[in-house]
């Protein structure tokens, strides 16, 4: 065979390699929990045996955080299931885990259940956590524990419910990202499928249904992301979609990293993986109008 097309033929068969790769999923859980950072923020008043000197309050959203990869009471952890790692949250401290890259275009999808602890300030309160994407901005920026984001909420009876976090805890103040949602929102701020309607993402807006499974179930969560456009999903179900995101200056948000939540529930995630995607697939497609 001549040069040029031995050439010619390593060439392809070098393209079609990394086309494959870069289309190919990645774990982003492992034993030591490598692709992500730590960031812990204030211990409540009643949390025990802690360093002499740590700074502990009733309130989450003043003093000083504990901060970065200082994972104090192993509130994150690896633990191994059928083989496999599994992320334990134990939820005694609010915080998060937090990916070391930022990440656009792509498909999320993760397995997550409920454990039976929990603790203050929300005992008496809903089983909270939350899967924080296009995070940007410094550490701690919203209440002195997450970054100014797009959230979906992982909350009992309120999986895939939408909420932007600003920057309450910056100085100055930041503002929450911009969105755009389907609905009237005149009775509640729900995401309404077949509203001609649009309304502005602000605060906390609930999903279209609820698909929970029972109490110690998993969960399968999924997140679609293309551009600033951004699909919700529980089990299957399609219950939320948030369009036109732009940061709180009104530039496009398009990428950042991911955070998941410790917020005095204790939890369980398990394969945790990122796809890229040029596209939403069919079904959403086929289900969802965009905005044109």
């Known amino acids: ?7 010619l033929l390593f ?5 079609a390699a990394f086309s494959q ?3 190919q999923s990645i774990a982003l859980l492992d034993k030591d929990l490598s692709n992500f ?5 204030i211990p409540h008043s009643s949390v025990t045996d802690l360093p002499e000197g740590t700074y502990q309050s009733d309130k989450m959203n003043s003093g000083e955080p504990i901060g970065l990869n200082n994972n104090l009471k192993n509130v994150f952890s690896i633990i191994e299931e059928n083989g496999e790692p599994v ?3 134990t939820g005694e401290i609010f915080g998060c885990i937090s990916s070391k890259a ?7 999808s993760v397995l997550f259940k409920w454990g039976d602890k929990k603790w203050e300030p929300r005992l008496d309160k809903k089983r909270d956590s939350g899967i924080l994407y296009h995070c940007y901005g410094p550490h701690g920026r919203f209440w002195n524990t997450w970054k100014t984001c797009l959230e979906y909420q992982v909350q009992e009876s309120d999986l895939g419910d939408f909420i932007p976090l600003g920057g309450n805890s910056a100085k100055p103040k930041v503002g929450s990202p911009i969105t755009d949602i389907r609905g009237g929102f005149k009775e509640e701020k729900r995401f ?3 509203s001609e309607v649009y309304s502005e993402g ?5 999903a279209a249904s609820e698909h929970d499974k029972p109490h110690g179930e998993w969960n399968l969560l999924e997140i679609y992301v293309i551009g600033n456009n951004a699909v919700h999903l529980v089990n299957g179900e399609i219950v939320m979609v948030v369009e036109n995101a732009r940061k709180h200056d009104g530039t496009i948000l398009n990428e950042g990293e991911i955070q998941i939540q410790s917020e005095a529930a204790e939890c369980y995630y398990k394969q945790l993986t990122l796809t890229p995607i040029k596209k939403f697939p069919k079904f959403i497609s086929k289900n969802v109008r965009f905005k044109e």
């Open 1 to 7: 065979m001549k040069t040029k097309q031995l050439f």
């Open 11 to 15: 060439a392809c068969i070098g393209m």
């Open 21 to 23: 790769k870069k289309g």
């Open 37 to 41: 950072d730590i960031w812990l923020s």
């Open 87 to 89: 992320l334990k949250i």
């Open 102 to 108: 930022s990440y656009s275009n792509y498909h999320l």
């Open 192 to 194: 309404d499928p077949n």
């Open 202 to 206: 602000k605060g906390y807006i609930h």
